[in-house]
């Protein structure tokens, strides 16, 4: 079983910047983030592969958002800049149990955090 906790969410203007980190109970493979917004489905943001070499990113937010992880405290963060109204939701980060070629579907996750709210508004 590997825990997860998210933080760094809040509310921030049009064109800011948030950090988010989510902190793992233990090392896990490909981590990711997702979100989901008032009425909508849960959907791919990010996601980084067990060494932090290969990262993948929803065509939603390339140039915007960047994943990163560090082994060393098994957390992740997701630095997000130039934020935009549409991209408030509740965001989840997730972990797979082992090594997946799927990465950008949330069926193919097994642990979850417990959400963090990000809100973009003026």
């Known amino acids: 079983q590997v825990q997860l906790v998210e933080s760094g969410g809040g509310s921030v203007q049009p064109g800011g910047s948030l950090r988010l980190s989510c902190a793992a109970s233990?090392?896990?493979?490909?981590m990711g983030w997702f979100r989901q917004a008032p009425g909508k489905e849960r959907e791919f943001v990010a996601a980084?592969?067990?060494?932090?070499?290969?990262?993948y990113y929803a065509d939603s937010v390339k140039g915007r958002i960047t994943i990163s992880r560090d082994n060393a405290k098994n957390t992740i963060y997701l630095e997000m800049n130039s934020l935009k109204p549409e991209d408030t939701a509740v965001y989840y980060c997730?972990?797979?149990?082992?090594?997946?070629?799927?990465?950008?579907?949330?069926?193919?996750?097994?642990?979850w955090g417990q959400g963090t709210q990000v809100t973009v508004s003026s």
């Open positions: 997730a972990a797979q149990s082992e090594n997946r070629i799927v990465v950008v579907s949330a069926t193919s996750y097994d642990y």
């Open positions: 233990k090392r896990a493979f490909t």
């Open positions: 980084i592969n067990w060494s932090g070499g290969k990262t």
